[in-house]
Nanobody, 127 residues
Framework: QVQLVESGGGLVQAGGSLRLSCAAS????????MGWFRQAPGKEREFVAA????????AYADSVKGRFTMSRDNVKNTVYLQMNSLKPEDTAVYYC????????????????????WGQGTQVTVSS
């Protein structure tokens, strides 16, 4: 079992920045990769960013590329999502997820590949 706890969400004006954190506990040594997904009201949960645990390779959705950066701290078992130049369309609940199988070297975008999910943190960007 892996437990994930997100933090860092909030209300910010367009053009502002936020940094989300996701702390993992439990069987973290079995983690292959981590991801961030988001879900806006009335929409499906969508991929935002991912990182592989061993190589640190990353992948981003086209809508956030160049604005968001995902990183990891293997010692703290924590991943981060630095979000800059935020837009109102970034408003959503952001979820952290952990993947326990597949590649340790490539970041994975597919939601169904993730095994554990956090409770989510709300990000609201005002115009």
């Amino acid at each position: 079992q892996v437990q994930l706890v997100e933090s860092g969400g909030g209300l910010v004006q367009a053009g502002g920045s936020l940094r989300l954190s996701c702390a993992a506990s439990g069987r973290t040594f079995s983690t292959y990769g981590m991801g961030w997904f988001r879900q806006a009201p009335g929409k499906e949960r969508e991929f935002v960013a991912a990182i592989s645990w061993s190589a640190g390779s990353t992948a981003y959705a086209d809508s956030v590329k160049g604005r968001f950066t995902m990183s990891r701290d293997n010692v703290k078992n924590t991943v981060y999502l630095q979000m800059n130049s935020l837009k109102p369309e970034d408003t959503a609940v952001y979820y952290c997820a952990a993947r326990m199988s597949g590649s340790r070297y490539y970041a994975v975008r597919v939601r169904s590949e993730y095994d554990y999910w956090g409770q989510g943190t709300q990000v609201t960007v005002s115009s």
